[in-house]
């Protein structure tokens, strides 16, 4: 007959190991597990660096919800930048495979600047405002002009400027003048040189004839003379730091972008570095 105080529970021999060791791991033996895994602490110089930067104000990290956990300040403006500059690429990426975005851009503009777009230019020829007779005027004079002074502006050109004048109520003769002195004025016009005292400008293009040449007066001169063409004559100065090339008496040449120069109120022109001389009778063997 079994014992009342019998109790029915079976404790093992690891069990009542484990509750001699007061709660502590043992091995199948009943020795307590001792874990040799070694506990990493701080130095004391990691601690005092740590303190620092958590101290510094570029290091503190806001614990708030919007700012990004265990970065600091600097570090998270350059992440949330990052991320808006990829956020653009790709919203432009989508919307440039979009039909019509260029339109669709154009009115978004338009409707923030809170104005509409404004309408193109109208582009028409003057000369087309014009009765037959001023046309025929026009294309008349324009020929003359371009005669005259050659280098500047085409033939057309200067019909369309003397058609602008007329169409404005010039008078034909007046405009003529007027775009005379502008065509002189123009770069690269081949000015007359009876007229390039009148040229409201500082440098002009002339073509003449080496009429004649004169010692210089000083070792900074390379050659002074005098060109000549239809319209009169002027006298030239090449100095010696320009380097240009050396012309000789009766030879037809080209100085373009002369500077002027005035004394004792005679207008004359000097080769500079920023001058050219050409000779536009050189090399044309196909006339020889």
Avoid at 146 to 158: F, K, L, Y
Avoid at 223 to 230: F, K, P, R, S, Y
Avoid at 257 to 268: D, F, I, L, P
Wanted: aromatic residues 6%.
């Amino acid at each position: 007959m079994s014992s009342n105080n019998a109790s029915g529970k079976v404790v093992s021999v690891d069990e009542q190991a484990f509750e001699k060791a007061g709660g502590q791991a043992v091995d199948e033996d009943g020795f307590p597990v001792v874990d040799e895994t070694p506990e990493f602490e701080a130095a004391v110089e990691q601690e005092t660096q740590a303190k620092v930067d958590a101290n510094h104000p570029d290091g503190i990290a806001d614990t708030s919800e919007e700012r990004i956990h265990g970065v600091t300040l600097e570090q998270e403006e350059r992440i949330r930048a990052r991320e808006a500059e990829l956020e653009r690429i790709s919203a432009q990426a989508e919307l440039g495979t979009q039909e019509g975005r260029e339109q669709r851009t154009r009115e978004v503009v338009s409707e923030q600047c809170g104005r509409d777009e404004p309408a193109p230019a109208e582009r028409t020829d003057p000369r087309e405002k014009l009765t037959q007779d001023e046309l025929a005027e026009v294309n008349e004079q324009a020929m003359r002009i371009s005669d005259e002074v050659t280098g500047g502006w085409s033939r057309a050109v200067v019909a369309k400027q003397l058609a602008e004048k007329v169409q404005r109520g010039r008078d034909v003769t007046k405009a003529v003048l007027e775009t005379f002195e502008e065509l002189k004025a123009a770069p690269g016009a081949i000015v007359p040189i009876a007229d390039v005292p009148d040229v409201p400008v500082g440098e002009v293009t002339v073509e003449g004839t080496i009429e004649t040449l004169w010692e210089p007066s000083s070792s900074s001169i390379q050659q002074v003379g005098l060109i000549a063409d239809d319209s009169g004559k002027i006298k030239f100065t090449c100095w010696e730091k320009s380097q240009q090339t050396v012309v000789r008496e009766g030879e037809t040449v080209r100085f373009r972008a002369a500077a002027k120069n005035w004394y004792e109120g005679r207008c004359s022109i000097a080769l500079t570095g920023w001058s050219r001389i050409e000779f536009p009778e050189r090399g044309r063997w196909w006339e020889e």
